[in-house]
């Protein structure tokens, strides 16, 4: 699809140990697409995120990218309301999120 094609363009992570952005987005990516508790529409709308996300990733110096960044987040996080925080989506953006907006330099 359009989202992997996307995270194929990135960089891999020089270090194994070390997982870079696309890793990280395509560890994103499978989380979502493994989620149970999310609607097809819900799926739809977090995989056209990671992939703004990824653009975003081959563009820093974007100067909207803290506003997208934070909408990405936004969405990525609105059907999760409910959601107990054992659930693996929750867990998945709790550690993933973050590792993205340090290697982009954002506020999480």
């Known amino acids: ?10 960089p891999s992570s020089p270090d194994p140990a070390q997982p870079g952005i696309k890793e990280l ?10 989620a149970k508790e999310l609607s097809p529409e819900d799926k739809a709308d977090g995989l056209e995120q990671v992939k ?3 653009e975003l990733s081959q ?23 409910g959601l107990p925080e ?15 907006a340090k290697l982009l330099s954002l506020a999480v």
């Open 1 to 10: 699809g359009a989202v992997t094609n996307t995270i194929n363009q990135l």
């Open 52 to 54: 703004v996300v990824a």
């Open 59 to 81: 563009n820093p110096q974007n100067p909207e990218k803290e506003g997208i960044w934070r909408k990405a987040v936004k969405i990525l996080k609105a059907p999760i309301p």
């Open 86 to 100: 054992t659930a693996t989506i929750v867990k998945a953006f709790g550690d993933i999120l973050p590792a993205i």
């Open 25 to 34: 987005l395509t560890q994103l990516q499978a989380a979502i697409e493994a």
